[in-house]
């Protein structure tokens, strides 16, 4: 239903032929070649079947669903993944670090005088290729492994993140913009997604590999490790980063400088008529040399410190090496250290370098990863502030009569655009709210069907606070039909269908005619099957309007909320429309938001609305006869041929 109140299922869209597909992008669609036809139907076939899934929606989340968003958390579902993986990073961690060891090992059991066997080394240097092939193996492994994991968690959390959507009030989505909750979708689940499929196990792996060469280093031989360890590692550590931070800065100047350079380039080639129409050439080129000046200068610092840190790593490198060959030589002379194990340590030496750099950048990743948790945490603890209570009961099937006693709303409490109203609806009874625009009669309406509660006072429905009852069991009751109805990408179907997911393709055709839709139908390529056009704009406002009615007249509410187009119908789909809204409205109660007095007249009952207040009620008659506020509208919609009654009124 319209108004964001169902968004039940959409599911079956895809089913459609291949004309359908080709309308939803936008195309003309000549049919499928015959000579093409037989790839397309193999590919349809390999089409992985994606079955009906039973998808379980309550307003109120479940224990599982309100669990706090923490990573261990969403990674626990998965043990198995998990385990699997970190499994496989300490394998490739231990096994990545076996070649230093048997090189020594090679060199003191095969090399050395009196130890001199080509056995041995030939034995090692198998080892060592099977282990690298080992290795190799297992990494690969493990990064299906994360990637599995990554990917599912991801699933979730995004699924999770869209049903916190649903549950969430109108409110929320009025106040927040739809963009910054587009990138909570996107970068924000991508960061987590980078964090899962890379980031932690790269920073497990080399954190380990650091570990385990640290060991090896200490149980070959304290003193030298002790050289190694604590002086190379934190003057590589600090440098790196520093280097880190800097360039981060260096790219997220050069970053937003060339967006300005951008920016005033595509201004200067749009707005060239102006430019040359005035003569500014010399003071855009001045412009212009400004902003690109700006940007070179990023790119020279950036420069700059890649300049100061691969030559400055390098150093420190020849460093450590130059200390080791001093200190570990004197000690080989001393006898305190065998030959074979000061070349296993120049050949760890260097394997500290990618870990430490890659531990780095991976910091940063997991920092990201972070912020992105913490974003989606806080979005996923916000309540919905229309919400059930805890032993809400499920609304039994009304009558229909709406009560509204002494209620006072404000979209912020402060200021109140609704002051203690009281208003009967009885079952049946079609009443039209009319007055000005901005009085209040949207808000009365959104009331009725809990879009947003009142700030005192209670609406009932059959006598029952609809604060008590389920959302699902109330909404299913109150049909709504928008202003502005939406429409989905899908079919015409699809879309009635919206009203009633178990609606038979005869429901269908029945509210077709009666809304008055039957010749557009009968006109289109595709009929029902047609696609229509993002948000429907391949249809006009009238016919939208009808598909709205279609969906109310399947829905088949006990209560009708129908916020009537401002834009004005032409004459004839006027008169369609009105006949439609006839036909739906028998027997049932209804708010008419009126912005046509024909449409009020045609009402049981007229509420004037004003300033959040109603200052006049009672049949079309009455309050003609009246000669009030209602009375002068009327004149006033008389007088100016029947336009817009909101206007006339104003
Ligand atoms: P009507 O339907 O009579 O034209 P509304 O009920 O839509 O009037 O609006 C009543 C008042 O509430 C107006 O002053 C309007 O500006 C304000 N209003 C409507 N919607 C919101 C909202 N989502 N947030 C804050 N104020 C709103």
Known sequence: MGWGGGFGG???????????????????????????????????????????????????????????????????????????????????ALTLQAGPLLTEFAIKNGMEPGHRDLKVIAACAIIYLVLALVSVYFQRLQVDVTGKLSSRVMHDLRIRVFTHFQRLSLDFFTDEKAGVLMSRMTSDVENLQQLVQDGISQFALQGLTMIVITVILFKTNVELAAWTVLLIVPLLFVFTVWFHQASEKGYLLARDRIALVLAD?????????????????????????HVVGAYRDANIYTGRVNAIYGPSTLMIGILGQALLLGIGGRMVLDHQLNIAYLIAFFLYLNRFFAPIQLLVQQYNSLQQGRSSIIRLRELLEIPPTVDEIANAVTLPAIEGRITFENVSFGYNPDTLVLHDVNLVIEPGESVAFVGPTGAGKSTMAKLANRFYDP??????????????????????????????????????????????????????????????????????????????HERGQTLSAGERQQLALARAFLARPRVLILDEATSSLDLRSETVIERALDRLLEGRS????????????????????????????????????????????????????????TRAGA
């Open 590 to 645: 209804a708010i008419l938001i009126a912005h046509r007095l024909t449409t009020a007249q045609r009402a049981d009952r007229i509420v004037v609305i004003d300033d959040g207040g109603i200052v006049e009620m009672g049949t079309p008659r009455e309050l003609l006869k009246l000669g009030g506020a209602y009375a002068t509208m009327y004149d006033a919609w008389l007088a100016s041929g029947g336009r817009d009654a």
């Open 455 to 532: 700030t005192s006072g209670r609406v009932l429905v059959d006598g029952i606070d609809v604060r008590t009852v389920t959302l699902r069991s109330l909404r299913s009751q109150l049909g709504v039909v928008p202003q502005e109805p939406f429409l989905f990408a899908g079919s015409i179907r699809t879309n009635l269908r919206f009203g009633d997911l178990d609606a038979t393709d005869e429901d269908i055709e029945t509210a077709i005619d009666v809304v008055g839709l039957r010749e557009l139908v009968d006109r289109l390529p595709d009929g029902l099957d047609t696609p229509v």
């Open 10 to 92: 959409g599911g079956g869209m895809f089913g459609g032929s291949a004309s359908a597909a080709s309308g939803r992008a936008g195309l003309p669609f000549g049919g499928i070649p015959s000579e093409l036809m037989d790839e397309a139907t193999k590919l349809l076939a390999s089409e992985p079947e994606h079955p009906k899934s039973n998808v379980h929606f309550t307003q109120r989340p479940s224990e599982k669903e309100r669990e706090r968003l923490t990573l261990p958390n969403l990674i626990k579902v998965y043990p198995k993944w998990v385990v699997s993986g970190s499994l496989l990073v300490i394998i490739t």
């Open 265 to 289: 380039l595509s201004e200067s080639l749009y707005g060239i008529r102006v430019v040359t129409a005035n003569n500014r050439q010399k003071r855009n080129i001045r412009n212009h040399r």
